[in-house]
């Protein structure tokens, strides 16, 4: 009788262990799955809010010092980084090297706010060119020009 | 084997709830976002979808003891509500603040008209001059004139505007 309501007793344990196991495996993969969802939730919206275009005339592109100047005018509604590290900058496909570039501000542009990106006129021969912006969210912006 | 079937049930079935419980709070907290952040896209594209600006109409003072004067372009809004204090302008490519002078309004309505002018042009009319119009959703009124005449006899003349969105090419 003693050695009944012993074994009924570690069976019982034992089943709470193992319940109580599967139950915190649940629990840490169910929360990972709903951080990975919200995760990915707040990346959709950042990109669905973030938007800017490339404003120039593109008939006249103006020259500061050896550098042509694009601005670039934030239309979203988030800010966006804007540096070298985290736009990505390509005339007719070819990516200019983050070093060669200036950002004027350089850190964050607001919404609304128009940046000037600054490229080397070495890059840009005469004639009609594209220049391709990409920003962190990977949203990208192309606009044909002309420089005399 | 009485109790501790049921007892280990249901420590599932409640660490079952909970999982399901946080699912549920995480995707509805995803959803609400993603659906806002469409929303504020969408608005966005239909803004941009039903704007546009048009040149109206255009006049000039000078004196023809100067080499200079100033041009005065009307602008009418032909779409959705725009905010002129969130416009930059472009003139003959530079970024300008100080070149071109506007009422300072708040927003343009649609239907409403404003005026616009650019100071202290040369008369020469070997320069083509550019003005573009950038508004608060990326498209813009493109307007190019040149003066025609001499600096004593003459007038400016708009040779074409245009309103446009940049788009990807």
Redesign the interface.
């Known amino acids: 009788m003693a050695s009944s309501v012993v074994s009924e007793l570690v069976l019982f344990i034992v089943s709470l262990l193992v319940a109580g196991m599967v139950a915190g495996g649940l629990y840490v993969v169910t929360q990972d799955i709903s951080g990975g969802i919200l995760t990915k939730g707040q990346d959709v919206a950042e990109s669905l809010r973030t938007n800017f275009e490339i404003i120039n005339d593109p008939e006249n592109i103006p020259v500061s010092g050896s550098s042509y100047v694009f601005y670039i005018r934030n239309i979203g509604k988030d800010s966006f980084s804007f540096d070298p590290n985290s736009v990505v900058v390509m005339i007719d496909g070819s990516i200019i090297p983050p070093a060669n570039l200036t950002f004027d501000p350089s850190g964050v542009l607001a919404p609304y706010e128009v940046g000037k990106i600054y490229v080397p006129t070495a890059f840009i021969s005469s004639g009609y060119h594209k220049i391709t912006v990409v920003i962190e969210t990977g949203k990208r912006k192309s606009l044909v020009f002309e420089v005399g | 084997?009485?109790?501790?079937?049921p007892?280990?049930?249901a420590?599932?079935l409640?660490?079952?709830l909970?999982?399901f419980g946080?699912?549920y709070?995480?995707?509805e907290?995803?959803?609400s976002?993603?659906h806002?952040?469409?929303e504020?896209?969408n608005q966005?594209v239909l803004k941009a979808k039903t704007s546009e600006l048009e040149l109206t109409g255009y006049n000039y003072s000078t004196q023809s003891n100067v080499t200079v004067y100033d041009i005065t372009f009307n602008i009418t809004n032909e779409g959705s509500t725009l905010s002129p204090a969130?416009w930059?302008y472009?003139y003959?490519?530079?970024?300008t603040t100080s070149k071109v002078l506007t009422s300072g309004r708040e927003y343009l309505l649609p239907g409403e008209w404003m005026e616009l002018t650019v100071q202290n042009l040369q008369k020469d009319q070997t320069v083509v001059n550019?003005l573009?119009i950038?508004t608060?959703?990326?498209c813009?009124l493109?307007i190019k004139w040149k003066w025609v005449g001499n600096a004593t006899n003459g007038s400016p003349q708009v040779i074409s505007s245009a309103w446009y969105c940049?788009v990807?090419?």
């Open positions: 084997m009485g109790v501790s079937v007892a280990a049930f420590v599932l409640i660490a079952t909970v999982s946080m699912l709070v995480s995707s907290n995803a959803y976002m993603v806002q952040a469409t504020d896209y966005m969130k930059t472009i003959n490519g530079d970024l550019s573009v950038s608060e959703i990326g813009g493109k940049p990807e090419g």
